[in-house]
C-alpha cells in the first residue's frame, strides 16, 4: 500500500510517484512561523556543523529576536478551557476538596490528554500575531541580515532544503525594510485538525511563581530553555512537525504549540490490549491490579 503501480509522463520524462506518509502532507500545509521556525533550526544544525560559519549562527539569531514576540489566540469551545481556569485553578480546588462532591460542580472541560508532566490539548483554530517594533526591524532586519541569508541561498556548501528555505525569510526581511518606518505586525489564523498546545501542569499549581520568573527576563542558557525541554519532551512522546513559538520569551506559563497526524492513533493504541502493557501511562496501574 506504499507503493504505486505504473508511471506517468511530465514533460519528456516518465516518473513514479511514491507516497511517503502523513509528513509530505503536513509540510505542504506549513504555515509562515512554521516556515521560518523549521528554518531557524536548519541554519541551527548547519552551524554546529560548520562552527566557523559565523553568518549562520547571525540570520538564525536575528529571526529568533526579530519574531519573538508573538501572541497565540486559542478559540474557546462551549466546554470550560484549561486556560481560563489555569489563574485560579489552586484557589478553586482548594476549595472544594474539602469534600470531593463538590467536584461534580466544575463545569465539564474541554478533552485534554495528560502525558507524564504534560497536558495537551487539540485546538484546530489558532490565530498567531507577531509584532516587530521598529527598534527590532532596525536593529536585526537590516542589510546585515538580508546579505547573510542571500549569501547563504547562493552557496553550494550547504543543503538544498536549506538553500531553498532561505527564500522565505529573504521575502520578510526586504518587505520589512521597504516597510514604512513604523512598527509592523504580521497576523495568520491556521486551522488543521492534528495541531495541538501543550503546557506542564505546573502550570496550573505554581502560576505565580512562573509568572515572576518570566517577569524577571532571565537569560536562560541556551538549549535549556523552557521552550527547548519542552519540545525535547513532546517529541519524546509523539512525532511532531515543527514546534512554535519561534521565540522562547514567556509572559505567564510555558508552552507549545505544535502539529501531529499521529497523536490520537498513538493515544488510541494505549487502551488496546495488544498495547496495554506497554503502555508508559497504564503500566504502573496494571502492576498494581496484576498483584
Same mark, same amino acid.
Given at each position: 500500500?506504499?507503493?504505486?503501480?505504473?508511471?506517468?509522463?511530465?514533460?519528456?520524462?516518465?516518473?513514479?510517484?511514491?507516497?511517503?506518509?502523513?509528513?509530505?502532507?503536513?509540510?505542504?500545509?506549513?504555515?509562515?512561523?512554521?516556515?521560518?521556525?523549521?528554518?531557524?533550526?536548519?541554519?541551527?544544525?548547519?552551524?554546529?556543523?560548520?562552527?566557523?560559519?559565523?553568518?549562520?549562527?547571525?540570520?538564525?539569531?536575528?529571526?529568533?529576536?526579530?519574531?519573538?514576540?508573538?501572541?497565540?489566540?486559542?478559540?474557546?469551545?462551549?466546554?470550560?478551557?484549561?486556560?481560563?481556569?489555569?489563574?485560579?485553578?489552586?484557589?478553586?480546588?482548594?476549595?472544594?476538596?474539602?469534600?470531593?462532591?463538590?467536584?461534580?460542580?466544575?463545569?465539564?472541560?474541554?478533552?485534554?490528554?495528560?502525558?507524564?508532566?504534560?497536558?495537551?490539548?487539540?485546538?484546530?483554530?489558532?490565530?498567531?500575531?507577531?509584532?516587530?517594533?521598529?527598534?527590532?526591524?532596525?536593529?536585526?532586519?537590516?542589510?546585515?541580515?538580508?546579505?547573510?541569508?542571500?549569501?547563504?541561498?547562493?552557496?553550494?556548501?550547504?543543503?538544498?532544503?536549506?538553500?531553498?528555505?532561505?527564500? &522565505?525569510?529573504?521575502?520578510?526581511?526586504?518587505? =520589512?525594510?521597504?516597510?514604512?518606518?513604523?512598527?509592523?505586525?504580521?497576523?495568520?489564523?491556521?486551522?488543521?485538525?492534528?495541531?495541538?498546545?501543550? =503546557?506542564?501542569?505546573?502550570?496550573?499549581?505554581?502560576?505565580?511563581?512562573?509568572?515572576?520568573?518570566?517577569?524577571?527576563?532571565?537569560?536562560?542558557?541556551?538549549?535549556?530553555?523552557?521552550?527547548?525541554?519542552?519540545?525535547?519532551?513532546?517529541?519524546?512522546?509523539?512525532?511532531?512537525? &515543527?514546534?512554535?513559538?519561534?521565540?522562547?520569551?514567556?509572559?505567564?506559563?510555558?508552552?507549545?504549540?505544535?502539529?501531529?497526524?499521529? =497523536?490520537?492513533?498513538?493515544?488510541?493504541?494505549?487502551?488496546?490490549?495488544?498495547?496495554? =502493557?506497554?503502555?508508559?501511562?497504564?503500566?504502573?496501574?496494571?502492576?498494581?491490579?496484576?498483584?
Amino acid at each position: 500500500m506504499t507503493r504505486i503501480q505504473g508511471y506517468g509522463k511530465i514533460g519528456r520524462k516518465n516518473y513514479l510517484i511514491i507516497p511517503i506518509g502523513g509528513k509530505s502532507v503536513l509540510a505542504a500545509g506549513e504555515s509562515f512561523s512554521s516556515q521560518i521556525e523549521h528554518l531557524i533550526k536548519q541554519l541551527k544544525r548547519e552551524y554546529n556543523i560548520n562552527k566557523s560559519h559565523i553568518l549562520l549562527k547571525q540570520a538564525y539569531t536575528n529571526l529568533e529576536l526579530l519574531m519573538g514576540e508573538g501572541d497565540f489566540l486559542v478559540s474557546q469551545n462551549t466546554e470550560e478551557s484549561y486556560l481560563t481556569i489555569r489563574e485560579n485553578f489552586n484557589n478553586k480546588f482548594l476549595e472544594v476538596s474539602q469534600t470531593l462532591d463538590q467536584l461534580l460542580d466544575f463545569k465539564p472541560l474541554e478533552l485534554g490528554y495528560i502525558s507524564g508532566g504534560l497536558l495537551i490539548v487539540p485546538s484546530p483554530n489558532i490565530q498567531e500575531s507577531y509584532q516587530m517594533r521598529l527598534l527590532d526591524i532596525q536593529k536585526y532586519a537590516n542589510a546585515e541580515l538580508w546579505n547573510n541569508l542571500k549569501t547563504i541561498s547562493r552557496s553550494q556548501t550547504y543543503p538544498e532544503s536549506l538553500t531553498s528555505a532561505v527564500k &522565505n525569510a529573504i521575502e520578510l526581511v526586504e518587505m =520589512l525594510i521597504n516597510a514604512p518606518e513604523k512598527t509592523q505586525n504580521y497576523i495568520q489564523k491556521s486551522h488543521h485538525i492534528d495541531q495541538y498546545y501543550a =503546557l506542564p501542569l505546573f502550570a496550573f499549581i505554581s502560576g505565580e511563581v512562573m509568572k515572576k520568573y518570566f517577569e524577571n527576563n532571565s537569560e536562560e542558557p541556551e538549549e535549556q530553555r523552557f521552550k527547548d525541554i519542552l519540545s525535547t519532551y513532546i517529541r519524546s512522546l509523539y512525532p511532531v512537525g &515543527n514546534i512554535l513559538p519561534i521565540g522562547h520569551h514567556y509572559k505567564e506559563f510555558p508552552f507549545v504549540v505544535f502539529r501531529s497526524y499521529s =497523536l490520537e492513533e498513538i493515544r488510541n493504541k494505549i487502551f488496546t490490549e495488544k498495547y496495554l =502493557l506497554n503502555s508508559q501511562e497504564l503500566n504502573v496501574l496494571n502492576l498494581i491490579l496484576s498483584s
